[in-house]
C-alpha cells in the first residue's frame, strides 16, 4: 500500500512562494497535484510521469507552478500566489496512468493548506 505525505503548506503573502512536497511516491508512475478551495470542487493542477514528462491541466495555473520529482519525492513549486490559490493541496498516484481524474488516482495524501493573504 502506498502512503503519501503532503507538507510545505502555510500563510503566505500575495506574491509569494511556497514549494509542496509529496513524499512516497517513490517510482510509482504518476503523480498528480489536485486542489480543493473552500465550496469548490476539486481541481487537477498537474501530473509527471516517473520519466519526467509532465501534463498541466489548468490553465490559471501556467507560467506560475511547477512540478517536478525526484526518486522519492514529488514537488509542486508554486510561485506569483494570488489570494485566490488558497486551497488545500493535495498529491494523488496511479501505477498505470498519469491523469488529471481524480476518479482514477488511486493512492491519496491528507492534504496540505495553502492560504494566501496579506
Known amino acids: 500500500q502506498l502512503q503519501l505525505v503532503e507538507s510545505g503548506g502555510g500563510l503566505v503573502q500575495p506574491g509569494g512562494s511556497l514549494t509542496l512536497s509529496c513524499a512516497g511516491s517513490?517510482?510509482?508512475?504518476?503523480v498528480a497535484w489536485f486542489r480543493q478551495a473552500p465550496g469548490k470542487k476539486r481541481e487537477a493542477l498537474a501530473c509527471?510521469?516517473?520519466?519526467?514528462?509532465t501534463i498541466y491541466y489548468s490553465d490559471s495555473i501556467r507560467g506560475r507552478f511547477t512540478i517536478s520529482r525526484d526518486k522519492s519525492t514529488t514537488y509542486l513549486s508554486l510561485t506569483g500566489l494570488k489570494p485566490e490559490d488558497t486551497a488545500v493541496y493535495y498529491c494523488a498516484a496511479n501505477r498505470v496512468v498519469c491523469a488529471g481524474d481524480e476518479d482514477v488516482m488511486t493512492y491519496w495524501g491528507q492534504g496540505t493548506q495553502v492560504t494566501v493573504s496579506s
Open positions: 509527471i510521469r516517473n520519466n519526467g514528462r
Open positions: 517513490m517510482d510509482i508512475y504518476g
